[in-house]
């Protein structure tokens, strides 16, 4: 992934309600969700709905598939997992944070450094 990929999809997630409908298209996993079922949960006018979804869509960040008269929306998991990578690889110190990949479990790890530690502060 490229920095203008990068800014595109952060800017497709920086609304909250796109956030709220991404969030809830990871829960639905790689079979997805028709947007009635998305729009029902969240309490979105589908109008709404639809509008997000577009944007999102456009972003690269959910997939649609036709089942029947519904559409189905799906979270991009390669491309949010793309975007991850480029944050750890290309965005983080080595000595932060890395990836490796785990073969026995047939996946990528990321490994937290102690960055995210808040200092203590010395008392007087």
Do not use: W
């Not at 979105?44 to 997000?52: A, D, K, Q, T, V």
């Amino acid at each position: 992934m490229d920095i203008q990929k990068a800014l595109i999809v952060f800017d497709a997630l920086s609304q909250e309600t796109r956030l709220l409908v991404f969030r809830m298209l990871i829960e639905y996993g790689t079979q997805g969700a028709p947007a009635g079922a998305l729009s029902d949960r969240l309490d979105i006018p589908h109008n709404s709905l639809s509008f997000h979804l577009k944007h999102m869509s456009n972003a690269g960040l959910v997939l649609s598939r036709r089942e029947g008269r519904s559409i189905i929306y799906s979270a991009n998991f390669e491309l949010f997992t793309g975007l991850i990578r480029y944050m750890i690889e290309d965005c983080c110190r080595v000595e932060f944070a890395s990836i490796r990949e785990d073969r026995k479990r047939g996946s990528s790890v990321i490994e937290l450094m102690n960055c995210c530690q808040p200092k203590k502060e010395k008392r007087p």
